[in-house]
């Protein structure tokens, strides 16, 4: 899936408009609740090395909070990796061009219920 594809999913499915928090960056782009405002994700460019692998090549990828019984489920799937710059414990980085985009639309789903007010 490619970033556009991700982030026209989320506007048709959750009605989210992406938004550029960072004043100096076009790129990294978060999908806010409407009401709370908090993240449910955040998407980056980030170099495939930050991941393990031998590659600088750069790649769009996803930051998605999980709930804690669908956690360490996720962390084997094909693009799914302990999250980067966030707590470990409770999110995952997904990149995108890597994962199926079924793990991708579940996860994101698993993360907008996660973060929504209770």
């Not at 991708?104 to 996660?114: E, H, I, Y």
């Amino acid at each position: 899936m490619r970033k556009q594809e991700f982030l026209s999913f989320c506007e048709k499915t959750y009605g989210t408009i992406p938004d550029l928090p960072f004043s100096n960056d076009f790129i990294t782009t978060t999908l806010r609740h409407e009401d709370s405002k908090k993240w449910y994700a955040i998407v980056m460019l980030l170099s495939r090395k930050k991941f393990g692998f031998d590659s600088e090549e750069k790649i769009d990828v996803v930051n998605l909070k999980l709930p804690l019984e669908l956690f360490g489920a996720f962390t084997k799937e094909e693009g799914v990796y302990p999250a980067y710059h966030m707590n470990k414990k409770h999110w995952v980085s997904v990149l995108l061009p890597d994962a199926p985009d079924k793990v991708v639309k579940f996860l994101v789903g698993a993360s907008f219920n996660a973060t929504k007010k209770k």
